[in-house]
């Protein structure tokens, strides 16, 4: 169940298992100015080196790392999410002070249960998946999660996706929010 499969008279890629690696991952990976994600659940993600000699053992290292690549490169890296990310995670990120000082921007509200990352404003991901190995096919084909996206270029979908994102990033939903007395605390006005 592994693939990124062109749908016949669409703009879209049908992305399962080990093909949300490949698209989205290796996407991000290549951002030449911005990446945008949307995440219930953050976890620390590890990656494959761009290249590594065969026979060898890989030496898998933190999407954070090459977060902080990116971030050195002036690539806008943004991070919604839904609750605190894994120890982990933030164990990672403490050790790049770059992406510390803001070259990873992040949000927290309690209602972000979509899951979509933006690369270069060119290229949408729209799934099941969270911002995780298991998510995100980075685990063995017996350990990660089964999840089901699309990928598209159509530039009508990617106005709709960052105008959503972008909504919630700034905090206009806010006001109306239900959640944000019992369960909010930082709400996204107020960043």
């Known amino acids: 169940m592994d693939f990124v ?3 016949s008279g669409s703009s879209f890629e049908l992305v399962s298992g080990r093909g949300h690696y490949e698209r989205v991952i290796t996407a991000v990976l290549g951002a030449r100015r911005s990446v945008w994600i949307a995440t219930a659940n953050l976890k620390e ?9 065969p026979g060898r053992r890989v030496q898998f290292r933190s999407v954070l790392a090459a977060f902080d690549e990116l971030a050195a490169r002036g690539v806008e890296l943004r991070i919604l999410h839904a609750s605190l990310p894994s120890r982990a995670f933030r164990n ?33 991901y729209l799934g099941s998946a969270n911002w995780t190995g298991a998510g995100l096919g980075a685990k063995g084909s017996g350990r990660r999660n089964f999840e089901l996206g699309i990928a598209t270029s ?15 990033w700034r905090g206009a939903e806010c006001a109306g929010c239900k959640l944000r007395d019992e369960e909010c605390e930082a709400p996204l006005c107020d960043a």
């Open 5 to 7: 499969r062109a749908l």
């Open 154 to 168: 159509d530039e009508r979908v990617l106005d709709e996706v960052q105008a959503v994102y972008d909504q919630i």
């Open 92 to 124: 990672e990120f403490d050790r790049h002070p770059r992406l510390v000082r803001g070259g990873l921007a992040m949000r927290t509200c309690a209602r972000v249960h979509l899951k979509t990352v933006i690369v270069d404003a060119e290229l949408a």
């Open 45 to 53: 993600l590890m990656i494959e080196p761009a290249m590594h000699m």
